[in-house]
């Protein structure tokens, strides 16, 4: 003990420890790597039944018009199950400020539909996963959550520690001397999502500063399935979206991504197979989840040609390499044409248009052939997540969508995310309905949806450094 008592640092060793302490936690941060089954690239697949479907909130005559058919085509793939289901679904809560807005009942449908399924075929395995952000990081459990649990269905809440690090300032030093504090209980702030929800403590908080999610938003069985850019969440249920339905041997390779979640995250492993079909057709799809996403839209852009066409329809873009080799690609002759949300509005809050104000306008200043518009939300987002790639040597067209964003968070593996890449003639009835889909909202055929790029332009050096910052460091919303 007397030794103890005695024992001093000299200053040298009091700021190596210091030093150590500050700079340990980002090695550590940036060392941090995927769990195996993440940044899947699957095979091509023939495929069955494809159907492509959109949620469309716009402007006609003055009035508001909205087209959305997402949630009753994920309610039908539910119904028709047999054997099993799996989804995996980011956002599902109902908490919002209801004083401006009701929003449609989103959530309670998806659940009382998988309950349904469940007392009807009490045998079935289904597995629901989904991001802590719906319990607020831990802070609490949603009723619907709860209601899911209680019925038996098995709840996978996705183990975010363990996937790397976008926000390296911060989550080393939350993965050294935070992660290990116990997040429920104790709410005394108010809920940022709604004012009237359970209170959360600054221990979620911390957790969510991290910046991660399983943006993922798929659903599956043994017969069918879908990937989307839209969540079932009431307060996203007037945005604008575009998912993929389909049949077919590449539900094996869904299903493979989704099992390597319910592992990682410390889930049980359900005992089901998928049945290989033989079919045979002109289209293809293949799955593809985070980095591979990356990659799958890298490749497409890089090998356009002189009269190659090129769309885009996206919430956000801010990937400095995608956006370069959007801006190369329209130099060397190839048509492209990006439709993006304004970023203006969030659940009520208002925004300052970044990341794709500066970004895009700053694209469009240098590059002068490619070509931006907005879509015109009012209130909701273009949520949407897609681009079309029609190439004339080949005659073929390759679609790419599902929940990824253009951003390095999206794309480069920080999130977890679910693409499909579909392959198809050029004058297939998809490739055509794609191409429809993006002329009737560039031209405004039969309402207002977008408007031009100078509607919001953005010059500002600020914002500009802003953007750029925020997209490097990962201190971002997206």
């Not at 490749?299 to 801010?318: A, L, M, P, V």
């Amino acid at each position: 003990m007397l030794l103890l008592k005695n024992f001093k640092l000299n200053k040298i060793t009091k700021r190596l420890i210091i030093i150590l302490l500050l700079l340990v936690p980002i090695i550590i941060s940036l060392c941090t790597r995927n769990p195996k089954g993440t940044s899947h690239s699957g095979q091509y697949h023939e495929v069955e039944n494809l159907k492509i479907i959109y949620d469309l909130s716009y402007q006609s005559k003055g009035q508001t018009k909205r087209e959305h058919n997402i949630l009753n085509e994920t309610l039908e793939v539910i119904a028709n199950a047999d054997e099993y289901l799996i989804l995996d679904l980011f956002l599902f809560n109902d908490e919002y400020n209801e004083e401006n807005i009701t929003y449609p009942n989103s959530v309670e449908k998806i659940t009382d539909a998988l309950i349904a399924k469940k007392t009807d075929e009490p045998q079935m395995p289904i597995i629901f996963i989904t991001d802590p952000i719906n319990n607020f990081y831990g802070a609490y459990e949603q009723k619907h959550i709860t209601r899911l649990k209680d019925s038996g269905i098995q709840v996978v809440i996705t183990d975010l520690n363990k996937m790397k690090d976008s926000n390296t300032l911060f989550s080393g030093y939350y993965r050294c001397y935070m992660q290990w504090i116990p997040t429920r209980g104790g709410g005394w702030i108010t809920n940022f999502f709604d004012k009237n929800a359970e209170k959360v403590n600054l221990r979620s908080i911390l957790k969510l500063a991290n910046l991660k999610a399983n943006h993922r938003k798929v659903v599956l069985s043994e017969k069918e399935a879908i990937v989307s850019s839209a969540n079932p969440h009431d307060a996203s249920s007037y945005h604008s979206n575009i998912a993929v339905r389909f049949s077919g041997n590449a539900i094996e390779d869904l299903m493979q991504t989704e099992l390597a979640v319910i592992s990682f995250s410390g889930g049980t492993l359900p005992d089901i197979t998928y049945k290989k079909q033989q079919i045979s057709g002109s289209n293809s799809i293949r799955i593809i989840t985070e980095r591979e996403i990356f990659n799958a839209l890298a490749d497409n852009i890089n090998r356009t040609q002189k009269g190659d066409e090129i769309w885009i329809g996206i919430f956000y873009i801010s990937d400095f390499d995608i956006l370069s080799y959007l801006g190369e690609a329209s130099d060397r002759g190839v048509d492209v044409k990006i439709i993006a949300d304004p970023n203006k509005d969030a659940f009520g809050i208002k925004k300052n248009g970044s990341p794709n104000r500066s970004a895009l306008c700053s694209l469009a200043k240098k590059h002068k052939n490619l070509q931006v518009r907005w879509y015109a939300t009012n209130g909701e987002q273009y949520h949407v997540k897609a681009a079309l790639f029609n190439y004339n040597a080949d005659k073929k067209s390759h679609i790419i969508l599902g929940s990824a964003n253009f951003t390095r968070r999206n794309l480069k593996g920080y999130n977890l995310e679910t693409d499909v890449e579909i392959v198809t003639p050029i004058q297939s009835t998809h490739a055509l309905e794609m191409k429809e889909y993006f002329n009737k909202l560039w031209t405004n055929q039969g309402g207002t949806y977008t408007v031009p790029i100078n509607t919001y332009y953005e010059d500002s050096m600020l914002h500009n450094i802003m953007w750029r910052l925020q997209e490097i460091s990962g201190l971002c919303s997206w």
